[in-house]
């Protein structure tokens, strides 16, 4: 069959889905991967075909202009707060979860940054790839809905492959009993509203299957996963990287406890920054009987000053290669840096800033006894992260807990496991593609 791959031109959404392309690949089916034109090299440098959809992203930029879509789409409200609370995906406080405050969290969340990634141009070309290339399958990154719309026009089954938490479907769905508790009058649906236009320019209609794909690929183990009552069918995560040559240093085991330190990379890439100070997390590292491993690039060493002595800043090493030699990690929180963690048994120190799901990982990380985050009012101080790195090196409770998640990770079903899977749900699902 022919799968089509739809993702956000960001490096870690693609890398959670090379493994599985790589496997149907492997098992004869042809591959193609759609994403904006920023994403074209990495996919090429994976061994996969690329297909440029849609405008750049203009990441350089992304910041301010998220801010101009944030503070106008709040502006369509009667009482607007905070243009950035309502990007809060992650809420769960029951207090919150109001009427109001989801009409305009999906009023946001559709203006900022649904209909900004899944642009007219890009739902367009991919319509045309879809019509043209006629895919069986079509696998979407869960902020790409462009790719459900473009699945149904040309009649193929569609699924979406999370990139974290299932806040989406999460939220979708106290946002649709929010409005089935009112008057038809009164259930203003911005998504819906969108989704329905956008389809109907391409002969088609609304349908939820649109928002959260007809099935739903997570490669979360249980314990860290998003509770759903959606389809899903669960892939063990395989780390993938990018293209990289190994230093020699890495080829020797340490003389002492390794400590990785990374802040990833979806927060500088989508975002253009980040919001963790590294002085502050170096400070708090210096003072470690450990080898710290700091994976900075030359930006975010501009602002650290003198390296401690116990620090080897290197702009890049792959974190599957890193992690087998570390006792520890610190990282912000993002899913493809937890997920090898995971993968290699690593207990992990979480210092998440306010992006998408980091916040509610962390405390699953914590729940499940392998790592631990900073808690309390007040700026992260040295003193408060050495001591949680600390605990975490000293404490065997957390490598204990940090390997059963790895053994629960490995025995889920591997990328070649899940494609006869995946052959049998197309079959099932496809369907008569929209007229025009």
Not at 250 to 265: K, M, N
Not at 372 to 400: C, F, I, K, N, Q
Request: aromatic content about 6%; charged content about 20%; glycine content about 8%.
């Amino acid at each position: 069959m022919r799968v089509l791959f739809v993702t956000l031109a960001a490096t870690p959404h693609f890398f959670v889905q090379v493994p599985l392309a790589w496997a149907l690949r492997a098992a004869g089916h042809e591959v193609r991967v759609a994403s904006q034109p920023d994403l074209v090299d990495a996919i090429t440098a994976a061994g996969l075909p690329a297909v440029p959809v849609g405008p750049r992203l203009a990441q350089d930029e992304s910041v301010e202009e998220l801010r101009r879509r944030q503070e106008k789409a709040a502006e369509r409200l009667s009482d607007p707060p905070d243009a950035q609370e309502l990007m809060r995906m992650a809420e769960d406080r029951p207090e919150r979860l109001t009427p109001d405050f989801l009409d305009g969290l999906f009023t946001v969340m559709t203006s900022a940054i649904f209909q900004n990634f899944s642009a007219d141009e890009t739902v367009d070309d991919l319509v045309a790839l879809t019509r043209r290339w006629r895919p069986d399958l079509v696998v979407w990154d869960t902020l790409m809905m462009g790719g459900s719309i473009a699945a149904r026009a040309c009649g193929a089954a569609h699924a979406r492959l999370l990139y974290g938490l299932d806040l989406v479907g999460t939220m979708r769905r106290r946002h649709l009993a929010s409005l089935t508790a009112r008057p038809p009058a009164l259930r203003e649906d911005p998504l819906a509203e969108w989704l329905e236009w956008t389809a109907a320019r391409h002969g088609g209609g609304f349908s939820e299957d649109l928002v959260t794909g007809q099935w739903t690929v997570d490669p979360a183990p249980a314990p860290l996963r998003a509770p759903t009552d959606l389809p899903w069918v669960p892939v063990r995560h395989v780390p993938y990287n990018g293209r990289a040559v190994l230093p020699e240093w890495l080829r020797e085991p340490p003389s002492r406890p390794r400590v990785c330190l990374t802040l990833g990379l979806s927060f500088r890439e989508v975002m253009g920054g980040e919001r963790t100070s590294v002085p502050v997390l170096l400070e708090a590292l210096a003072e470690l009987d450990a080898e710290v491993v700091a994976t900075l690039d030359a930006g975010q060493l501009a602002t650290a000053g003198r390296l401690p002595d116990n620090v080897r800043a290197v702009d890049f090493v792959p974190l599957d290669a890193l992690l087998p030699s570390c006792s520890a990690i610190v990282h912000q929180g993002g899913f493809g840096t937890s997920q090898n963690a995971l993968v290699h048994g690593v207990p992990q120190i979480v210092v998440p800033n306010e992006l998408w799901d980091l916040h509610p990982r962390a405390d699953l990380v914590v729940r499940s006894g392998a790592g631990l985050r900073p808690t309390g009012p007040g700026p992260l101080t040295p003193a408060g992260l050495r001591g949680l790195v600390h605990r975490v090196l000293h404490d065997p409770s957390y490598a204990r807990a940090a390997a059963r998640l790895r053994e629960e990770t490995l025995a889920m079903p591997s990328p070649a496991e899940l494609v006869p899977v995946l052959e049998g749900l197309t079959a099932r699902h496809r369907r008569r593609a929209w007229d025009g």
